[in-house]
């Protein structure tokens, strides 16, 4: 295990943390039956894959330490990244090849040059925006039929300042609660910040909101007695899905290889999530290892709060594949956060076609209504 550091200028600019390095040329995986077998070997060249210190790479990052990619003659970068938007522009700068990312993703898609290649984790709770105890969007609450959970309402809404990280889904949410009331994501002000700095600052006083991007903020943030006024599934009716990216030039190129990675990927996804005190114990580890400050508590709350998407669930017929990336292109579309004629982008982009081989399933593609 080596790590390696990006030139200082594209550290600055898209926040990377490291590079961790594994490499081999086995062709076995970790209970000796052959990965990928009658496919062509790997190439062993390497295939730089970007990702968080969350739970979003934890399944990577489980694969790359027990040897798994290793050991199917894949050579694997896994680079670090605080965030999904600069995940985005290292794509965009061919400085990574592959990614494990978030719901950013959805203008990597729309620009026309990725392929989604896979719904990996699914967040059922957490995701939300949060408000002060004295707020007086506290003062109202289900006066919009529909939304009986949903704080607020035009007027206190309007003209506030939201702290979060903007193309995430700390975005989408705030935007979705404000169109709830009719408003749009013009009608307040979002400040631009990574979700640990968020946090802190909104604890500080800064803001009149926050969005959460989830575990372990929402645990913080509860904690402080902040209270959540919007959920993003009672706001949006989208249950958010991150999942697997890549370059289409790179895919294309190495296909065999992409094949080869998607395949141990979710081999991983698997072998963890059928085991609660293996999640734990891997998440805190590469969690804290990370700069993150992570309890038993916290990663049992993850745990809970987080779905993983696996073999089972996608061989399900009544699955379907790029719900959250599809659904949020539209979204951003009717917003004017995406060009309308970028939406049909989101939706070609959607690329099945590989867990379909090794899976020997059809897959479905969510399609807007």
Same mark, same amino acid.
């Given at each position: 295990?080596?790590?390696?550091? &990006?030139?200082?200028?594209? =550290?600055? =600019? /898209?926040?990377?943390?490291?590079?961790?390095?594994?490499?081999?040329?086995?062709? @076995?995986?970790?209970?000796?039956? #052959?990965?990928?077998?009658?496919?062509?070997?790997?190439?062993?060249?390497?295939?730089?894959?970007?990702? %968080?210190?969350?739970?979003?790479?934890?399944? &990577?990052?489980?694969?790359?330490?027990?040897?798994?990619?290793?050991?199917?003659?894949?050579?694997?970068?896994?680079?670090?990244?605080?965030?999904?938007?600069?995940?985005?522009?290292?794509?965009?700068?061919?400085?990574?090849?592959?990614?494990?990312? !978030?719901?950013?993703?959805?203008?990597?898609?729309?620009?026309?040059?990725?392929?989604?290649?896979?719904? %990996?984790?699914?967040?059922? *709770?957490?995701?939300?925006?949060?408000? $002060?105890?004295?707020?007086?969007?506290?003062?109202? #609450?289900?006066?919009?039929?529909?939304?009986?959970?949903?704080?607020?309402?035009?007027?206190?809404? +309007?003209?506030?300042?939201?702290?979060?990280?903007?193309?995430?889904?700390?975005?989408?949410?705030?935007?979705?609660?404000?169109?709830?009331?009719?408003?749009?994501?013009?009608?307040?002000?979002?400040?631009?910040? *990574?979700?640990?700095?968020?946090?802190?600052?909104?604890?500080? !006083?800064?803001?009149?909101?926050?969005?959460?991007?989830?575990?372990?903020?929402?645990?913080?943030?509860?904690?402080?007695?902040?209270?959540?006024?919007? *959920?993003?599934?009672?706001?949006?009716?989208?249950?958010?899905?991150?999942?697997?990216?890549?370059?289409?030039?790179?895919?294309?190129? $190495?296909?065999?290889?992409? +094949?080869?990675?998607?395949?141990?990927?979710?081999?991983?996804?698997?072998?963890?999530?059928? @085991?609660?005190?293996?999640?734990?114990?891997?998440? %805190?580890?590469?969690?804290?290892?990370?700069?993150?400050?992570?309890?038993?508590?916290?990663?049992?709350?993850?745990?809970?709060?987080? *779905?993983?998407? !696996? +073999?089972?669930?996608?061989?399900?017929?009544?699955? $379907?594949?790029?719900?959250? /990336?599809?659904?949020?292109?539209?979204?951003?579309?009717?917003?004017? +956060?995406?060009?309308?004629?970028?939406?049909? @982008?989101?939706?070609?982009?959607?690329?099945?076609?590989?867990?379909?081989?090794?899976?020997?399933?059809?897959? #479905?593609?969510?399609?807007? #209504?």
């Amino acid at each position: 295990m080596k790590k390696k550091f &990006l030139s200082r200028t594209m =550290a600055i =600019a /898209m926040g990377t943390i490291v590079i961790l390095t594994a490499c081999g040329s086995g062709g @076995n995986d970790n209970n000796g039956d #052959k990965v990928n077998d009658g496919s062509s070997e790997s190439t062993g060249e390497v295939i730089r894959v970007a990702t %968080m210190p969350n739970h979003i790479g934890l399944p &990577l990052q489980y694969a790359l330490e027990s040897g798994m990619y290793e050991e199917a003659g894949l050579n694997i970068e896994l680079i670090l990244f605080p965030t999904g938007s600069p995940i985005n522009e290292a794509l965009s700068a061919e400085q990574v090849d592959l990614a494990g990312s !978030g719901m950013a993703s959805v203008f990597a898609l729309a620009a026309g040059d990725c392929y989604w290649l896979g719904d %990996m984790v699914k967040t059922v *709770d957490g995701l939300g925006v949060y408000v $002060r105890p004295d707020s007086p969007v506290l003062d109202h #609450k289900g006066e919009v039929e529909g939304y009986p959970d949903v704080y607020g309402n035009a007027e206190t809404i +309007k003209g506030m300042t939201i702290l979060g990280s903007l193309g995430t889904s700390d975005q989408f949410e705030a935007v979705s609660w404000a169109q709830v009331f009719g408003l749009t994501g013009n009608d307040f002000q979002m400040l631009n910040m *990574d979700r640990g700095p968020a946090v802190q600052a909104f604890k500080t !006083g800064e803001g009149d909101a926050i969005a959460c991007g989830g575990p372990p903020y929402n645990y913080e943030l509860e904690e402080a007695g902040y209270i959540e006024v919007a *959920d993003i599934t009672d706001v949006s009716g989208v249950t958010v899905s991150d999942g697997l990216i890549g370059r289409k030039e790179f895919v294309d190129e $190495r296909r065999e290889d992409v +094949k080869k990675f998607l395949e141990v990927t979710y081999k991983a996804v698997d072998e963890m999530y059928s @085991n609660d005190d293996l999640v734990l114990e891997e998440g %805190m580890k590469f969690y804290n290892d990370n700069g993150k400050d992570y309890s038993e508590e916290m990663m049992e709350g993850e745990i809970r709060d987080k *779905d993983y998407i !696996g +073999k089972e669930t996608i061989s399900d017929p009544e699955y $379907r594949f790029g719900s959250t /990336m599809v659904g949020m292109g539209k979204f951003y579309v009717t917003d004017g +956060k995406i060009e309308p004629e970028l939406e049909e @982008n989101i939706y070609t982009a959607q690329y099945p076609e590989l867990l379909e081989e090794i899976y020997g399933i059809d897959i #479905k593609v969510f399609e807007n #209504k």
